[in-house]
């Protein structure tokens, strides 16, 4: 890595047997990673508390952190410091069961100063499914140079702030214009959010890798 590399910090959990981060995270640091982009993985929660990175990657499936670990990644963002949700970290509900026998267990609503954050938040999907994701805002440093996709994914159904600038879409049968793709200003920092990210064949499209690349610099201040 060249001494002006950004540096990520890559954030999941292993709770549930969806979104693994043991699985998932070496698959998300080679898609992000390159020669100028140091993703490092973790699932420690308490390096939130002070992030020690450019960029926070957040795969968390689970959001609820303590107060000092919320606080700590909303103040890096907003004292300067870059967001990048992937896929399940719009999941603002879900949380570990209190029973062993089931596989999740969720709070009635969002966490608020979470959605504030990454804009928006997950409501359902349908199940995997192929479909297309089209670029419907080209003068965005992340999507200027960026083709429209088709991926084999999870398909999130999502409710997202007005405030944000959505620079790409859905092109699904059931759930068309479905944004996938936004951005925002949060303080002095900056966040990004992308929705798809649940399938190894999706993280591995050199398509997707480059637009999440570009997410990871913009997100960086590049």
């Known amino acids: ?49 002070a992030p020690d990175a450019d960029v926070v990657l957040d795969y968390l499936t689970d959001s609820t952190l303590t107060d000092g670990q919320q606080e700590g990644l909303l103040s890096f963002v907003k004292s300067g410091g870059g967001y990048f949700g992937l896929h399940c970290a719009s999941d603002l509900t879900s949380t570990v069961p209190v029973d062993d026998e089931d596989v999740l267990d969720s709070r009635d609503e969002p966490i608020e100063e979470l959605r504030d954050l990454v804009g928006g938040h997950f409501l359902t999907h349908p199940e995997q499914s192929a479909y297309g994701v089209r670029i419907v805002d080209s003068h965005h440093p992340i999507t200027v140079s960026a083709p429209d996709l088709r991926v084999f994914d999870e398909p999130y159904v999502v409710d997202v702030s007005e405030s944000v600038r959505v620079l790409a879409r859905m092109d699904h049968p059931d759930h068309a214009d479905m944004p996938v793709l936004w951005v925002q200003e949060y303080g002095d920092g900056r966040s990004a959010y992308c929705s798809i990210g649940h399938t190894v064949s999706t993280l591995s499209n050199p398509d997707v890798a480059a637009l999440l690349r570009n997410c990871v610099r913009w997100s960086a201040g590049e």
């Open 1 to 49: 890595m060249t001494s002006d590399a950004i540096d990520v910090l890559a954030i999941g959990d292993n709770d549930f047997p969806f979104h693994r981060f043991e699985e998932m995270g070496p698959h998300i640091a080679d898609a992000v990673g390159s020669e100028r982009i140091d993703v490092a993985l973790t699932t420690e929660k308490g390096a939130l508390e």
